[in-house]
């Protein structure tokens, strides 16, 4: 196991320990939660890098890259659920999406094909950084920075909800959109072999 991989599936426990940060009450633990977000949003960013700079991109760090990324986002959209910051049925829309392209990721690397990361899947990965990152600060303002100025931390907590609403729109938006480009750029994949098979 190289270390670009060993970055990559670090995501994982991450995204496990993020969620038990989300969910318990002591003092610094929102905090925690948002830096172990960043730390998870740097190994994204250090897996590619030490991966083309010691030239062992492979295709099982390319799926996985893309996998572990959606077992991130998705696990902590659940939890933002269950605190009520997000609408399931986003979520929902955002979930259907990412199962739809990893199964044509699949299919795809069944025929051989690798499907890489399109500029659009890269700004929707952007924008749910963003917002999943936004509600995580602001719990941060709200539970653990309350203590130096409750009202003026409080006003930062209502103004980060009010970004991360917006942005979250915007990814589910972004999520969907990248989602048909995927399709209209592979979805031969799945319907040539439907056809041969008739």
Do not use: H
Not at 42 to 52: E, K, N
Request: glycine share 8%; charged share 15%.
């Amino acid at each position: 196991m190289n270390l670009p991989n060993l970055l990559t599936l670090s995501r994982i426990p991450l995204m496990f320990l993020i969620v038990w940060l989300m969910r318990v009450d002591f003092s610094g633990a929102a905090s925690g939660a948002f830096v172990f977000f960043v730390v998870a949003g740097i190994t994204d960013w250090l897996d590619g890098y030490f991966a083309r700079k010691r030239g062992i991109v492979s295709n099982f760090g390319i799926l996985m890259d893309a996998l572990t990324d959606k077992i991130l986002m998705l696990g902590l959209m659940v939890a933002l659920v269950a605190e009520e910051k997000v609408p399931i049925f986003l979520v929902l829309l955002i979930l259907g999406r990412e199962f739809m392209i990893t199964g044509l990721r699949l299919v795809a690397a069944t025929k051989g094909v690798v499907m890489s990361a399109e500029s659009a899947g890269k700004q929707k990965t952007v924008t749910q950084i963003l917002a999943v990152g936004a509600f995580l600060l602001e719990d941060s303002f709200r539970q653990d920075l309350a203590s130096l100025n409750d009202s003026m931390m409080n006003t930062l907590a209502n103004y980060v909800n009010w970004i991360g609403t917006i942005l979250f729109w915007v990814c589910v938006v972004m999520t969907l959109y990248s989602g048909i480009k995927y399709f209209r750029k592979y979805g031969e994949l799945v319907f040539l072999e439907e056809n041969e098979g008739q």
